[in-house]
């Protein structure tokens, strides 16, 4: 059986006029991106972004505790590293390919050159970052929750940005993701699997109960997905940076 690889399998690629894809295309580069990969390391120099297709990657942080942090992830909805495009450098994060699959990179300069010209490439990576700053907000909202919260919530927005419902990593990679003890990690995701919520079999975790990893990680999850669905498929609304902060502050009740 024969793969077609395409840019349009990025959303944002995916929207494009003929007219401005066709500008882009000679530029994306196909790259491989497997379980683990470092596309960024804290504080050096990058020259290139990337459109993630079938992986999903992650921006970590490291604590002085000595546990690491994941304040986002991106998928296909998005792009890796809009801070280089819109600010001209990035945060000393560390981004780590969290999902295996495959993407495309461009060079920061091509990409900026043509989001300055305006068109629906600009504004579909400004309602991007806009959606990002969201889920970065959000990660900071989870820092208070139970573990058993934060794995579900973890799974949940990988799923979203995924075609199935497998992931394939270890309790020790989860409890990285979500800054967790990897005991910790793994007592959850027992609790989980013998609620029948998840099957957990040789490093591939499938979610076979939806509904119950929903009606645990609480409403947060759920106000911060209608407001990527809703910044993303372009949803009308007056002032959407005041829109979707007063819907996270409801949902989480302050």
């Not at 505790?65 to 280089?84: Q, Y």
Request: net charge positive.
């Amino acid at each position: 059986m024969r793969f077609l690889h395409s840019p349009r399998q990025n959303k944002i690629l995916a929207v494009l006029p003929d007219e401005e894809f066709m500008r882009l295309l000679p530029f994306l580069e196909w790259v491989d991106m497997p379980l683990g990969q470092v596309i960024q390391e804290p504080g050096a120099r990058s020259s290139q972004l990337y459109f993630p297709a079938t992986c999903i990657v992650a921006r970590m942080y490291n604590r002085k505790s000595g546990i690491s942090k994941r304040v986002s992830m991106t998928g296909n909805e998005g792009v890796e590293d809009i801070f280089l495009l819109l600010a001209g450098n990035s945060p000393p994060a560390t981004v780590v390919v969290q999902n295996p699959g495959y993407g495309y990179r461009i060079k920061a300069k091509i990409l900026r050159k043509e989001f300055e010209a305006g068109g629906v490439l600009q504004q579909r990576l400004l309602r991007f970052s806009h959606a990002l700053l969201l889920q970065t907000e959000q990660s900071v909202v989870e820092a208070c929750q139970t573990t058993e919260q934060k794995l579900c919530a973890f799974f949940l927005m990988t799923l979203d940005r995924l075609s199935g419902d497998s992931m394939v990593m270890t309790h020790e990679f989860v409890s990285t993701m979500i800054g967790a003890r990897r005991e910790s990690v793994s007592e959850a995701a027992s609790i989980l699997q013998r609620e029948g919520a998840i099957q957990y079999r040789r490093r591939h975790i499938t979610v076979v109960n939806r509904k119950l990893l929903e009606d645990r990680v609480g409403e947060g999850y759920a106000a911060l997905k209608k407001e990527y669905d809703r910044l993303l498929l372009n949803e009308p609304c007056a002032d959407p940076v005041r829109h979707s902060r007063a819907v996270l502050k409801k949902a989480h009740g302050y």
